[in-house]
């Protein structure tokens, strides 16, 4: 490659020209399938700019599904027979405060555990990548080890081992978090319920990313709260000048995001949005509550900064757990309240006094021994690959003008079908042919997103899963068919039950 | 024993005739200490009364300190070297409604698990006594042989074994319950907390015995519903007249209580007293709340009925769990919620999706083993024996004129203490001498109990909690001198924090 000139004069931003540089060699074979791309120190020279500019080319190839990262070797060309499916398009809530309605989790958990049921709609992990083994071997000898301290009560904030374990682990955030700031809860649910309950009042306004995580929503739901929808993208994630508008002109007291690997729509705010995100908690007096389950799965093996780091003033609630990357069933999760931390533990305390010690013990050793690093990596590799069969076999199996999130981290893609399409009647139909998926509008407390669908793509990839993708797409072509001759379906039951 | 004539017509009920004509026997020397009652069959039959009214009778004698039982043997003399204390008087609290402040509880739990403490204060099981081996093998072998099942999600309401299981343990309570009706939650305080959301809204009267557990006084703030003390004896527990009385002046929302072996006064409220709360939840439309934490530690063996036994019409909300029995640090309760069991599945899910996994299969398998009846038998008499000793040693410590609670079950006792001293002071100046103790405001929202102490027995009896009660009788001492000679102490920072 020699040096190619860029435009500075243009609009477009260089991190955009480069991509399409790129994508021309790629496209015209000179950097053939397979090819390792130059490394982000060589390109910054080659192209004379940042080596952040490179990292956010190689990103816009990544969602392209032109490129991918193999941790610690760089970034290689993807073998492309399949034509990539666009990404979604940025979504663009009115701006309108909503009361939060109790959706259809209920069935979805239920397809979730269900022997007969191909569960493509909640987010689990896949249990044959997880540490069985290690962890079971952890709790005995925590149990063995220390009786009295795993039959005891243990104390509200979580046990000092894994605080500790998990104030080293939040460095890859660019936290420096003491571990008597950090409170173990029941998983990550709990951490945002708590630190919402503890921020604001029932009635109070939470502004939320759209298309958000149900649970979020369920949350906003038992406490009362109201959600204002801010527009996201499959790229960037929330659009930090819409949340600004949103500030100015609505009364919000709380703003709660993923900002790493949004769930459902994939997108990742960039390090310099997450800056902005942090002064807005500070200039509107909000507070921010990040749900960062995610963060771990980055593709690049880089765990993105947290809004949090960018924080001085105590704003940003920081919320996770080893739900994605461990151990869904131990229900472990945390946050990192800052000021709230008081509210937070009385409020824990008088919920459920604490969280159960065995596992939190049991974590806390298997983080000790070093192992996590080196499990992530195996998760974070096999998310991306099956991400990219799952992408691949929707934009083959699904109808002309379908686009697809192609995250850079997490097990979730989110799939826009034409507006023409009923994603709860999918839903229905699907769960009738034993394949559970999540429609778009559980991500929101409107009705938008009939047209689009979550699909988890954590599973290994097998000719099951392949054969439901398939089936997906032949119901979306009887709904096309049906649309076409105009006939009407018998109207099914309200699944908003 | 002859047939002792009884006087029908007197108001005196006949179990307290009973009960009088035997103390009389026991202080002549005819049943010296260590003798054994005649059983309550052949008792029935001498005193012409039904088998009923014995126990009633042998219960106020085990109040009184006279006899106990021993589980599956009857009741014997009990050796009294020492003056039996008077039971504490009934409270009567003011019929008013009161916000719940915060509390000092957080102390309380820093005590508990502060080495250098002698901790009194919290209601804490003693762990040497509980099952850890038998529960560490069963941690292990529900990891070994499903490890999937460990890992993944756990459904909402709990995992199906320890449902079972439970609904097999209910039996002793007297209730029939599905398995599918019961909902597993981490301890009773999210049982009650769930089963109290689902049922109220913000700023709803909430009736409670008083004094009252200061964890449902927690879970009241929490969720901003006011309370109703209702007046409570440390023999039959809370008064069903004065409940009626108050449920016909004030609008009320639900009750919770512990009716058996009430914390921290101690009473058990009659079969009777049940069947009339069960109805007077059906008259006047409120939701009762049970938490019965306790039933299975009473010192003869047999768990008192459930309220819920009664209740034909699913008014009343069942929550229990095993944290006085197995282990508080596994956080394993459930809640039997009947018609509210949509709401509070829905709730439970919203807050923290499940509850941990690992420890509800090791419970699940503990009980399955069949070693659960044997093991809290050995807890129950430990427990009767411990308590007795606690109060033999407050009795000769504290000042004169202390009263003293003799509960036939649980772990604690509560100490009534003469008017002009001040529980509060004790708790300060006991814990700069490294004991903690519950100070009687703990267990009240308004201002009530200064001169009350709650101590928990549960602990071994060893020398050094001997002389940590004898060092808090000398604290009381110098409080009573410090009353004499009119000095005053310099005022301590508030406790109400």
Known sequence: MARIPLDRANRTPLSEQIASHVQQLIDNGTMPSGSRLPSVRRASTMFGVSPGTIVDAYRVLQHRGRIQPRPQSGYFVRDHRV????????????????????????????????????ALGMAQPDRSLMPVEALTRQ??????????????????????????????????????????????????????????????????????????????LDILCALDLRALPISTCSIDGISVPDLERALQTRRVAALVLVASFTNPLGGCLSDHGRARVAALARTHHITVIEDDVYGDLAFDGCHPPAIRSFDDTGRVIYCASFTKT??????????????????????????????????????????????????????????????????????????????????????????ELPDRFDALRLFEDAEALGISIAPGPLFTPDDAYRNCVRLNCANPWTTQIASAVSRLGMLLKEQDDDHTTGRKRARRAPVHA
């Open 83 to 118: 034509r990539p499916a666009e990404e979604p398009r940025p979504t663009r809530p009115r701006l309108r405060i909503h009361d939060v309605p109790h959706r259809l989790a209920e069935r979805l958990h239920a397809h979730a555990r269900a022997d007969n049921m191909i």
């Open 139 to 216: 709790l005995h000898r925590s149990m063995r080890d220390g009786p009295a301290r795993t039959i005891d009560y243990g104390p509200t904030e979580g046990t000092a081992e894994l605080r500790t374990e998990i104030a080293r682990r939040m460095l890859d955030t660019g936290c420096l978090v003491r571990p008597d700031e950090i409170v173990i809860t029941n998983g990550a649910t709990e951490a945002m319920y708590l630190a919402l309950k503890a921020t604001t009042r029932p009635g109070d306004v939470v502004a939320v990313d759209s298309p958000t995580y149900h649970g979020i």
């Open 326 to 415: 461990l151990a869904p069933g131990f229900r472990v999760g945390w946050c990192v309240p800052g000021p709230a931390g008081d509210e937070v533990r009385r409020l824990k305390r008088k919920m459920n006094v604490a969280t159960g010690v065995p596992q939190q013990l049991a974590i806390a050793r298997y983080l000790a021994t070093g192992g996590y690093a080196r499990h992530i990596r195996k998760v974070q590799r096999a998310y991306m690959e099956r991400t990219g069969l799952m992408i691949d076999h929707v934009s083959v199996s699904f109808p002309e003008g379908t686009r697809i999130s192609r995250p850079l981290g997490g097990s979730v893609i989110w799939i």
